[in-house]
């Protein structure tokens, strides 16, 4: 299967009914469907489901400075969430929810073959590698499907809901740096 046939399959996806209630839109991601680098975030915003594009809100803002502090804009990556249809109330997605989206996930990881999956906060985290515990794990590399790497870190969220935290800034601009580094080849 190729990325526009994916895209197209999932458009109007009816797995989860009170999600698709809750929608406007399935929101299946942008940027560059090429890329060694897919990002995964949770789940669309308001925002993101107004607009149907991820991380395009504050939190988007916040990623934007991150990729540009490591020399990478939107065009250079490729992002989705862990589940393409936003929350009632933006609330977390559910477990069941999580796993309906789960083929979908795994086909698109399949198609890309990225070099590295960045996976935003906890829920994106866990379901690719089973773990949990961003603060104490962001910018650690990790092998997943033993053909790419794996480096979670923390929400764009967190810095706004810290007072954008200039210590915590600096650890996020270096996990961008690991990011950056597997796609070069200096971390393997």
């Not at 999932?10 to 890329?35: A, D, H, I, M, T």
């Amino acid at each position: 299967m190729d990325f526009d046939k994916l895209k197209e399959e999932y458009s109007k996806c009816s797995e989860c009914p009170e999600l698709c209630k809750s929608r406007s839109q399935v929101v299946f991601g942008s940027g560059n469907p090429n890329s060694d680098i897919l990002f995964i975030g949770e789940a669309p915003g308001k925002n993101e489901d107004k607009q149907g594009i991820p991380f395009c809100g504050m939190s988007g803002k916040i990623l934007n400075e991150l990729l540009s502090s490591v020399s990478l804009d939107r065009e250079d990556i490729f992002i989705t969430n862990t589940v393409l249809c936003r929350p009632e109330g933006n609330r977390n997605p559910k477990k069941e929810e999580i796993e309906n989206c789960r083929s979908r996930l795994d086909k698109l990881i399949e198609v890309m073959q990225p070099k590295v999956i960045v996976t935003i906060g906890n829920f994106a985290t866990e379901r690719i590698i089973g773990k949990t515990g961003i603060k104490s794990i962001h910018g650690q590399l990790f092998d997943f499907k033993n053909e790419m790497k794996v480096v979670p870190v923390i929400h764009p969220a967190s810095l706004l809901y810290s007072g954008r935290n200039p210590v915590m800034l600096q650890e996020m601009k270096d996990d961008f740096k690991t990011i950056l580094n597997v796609i070069s080849g200096t971390k393997k």
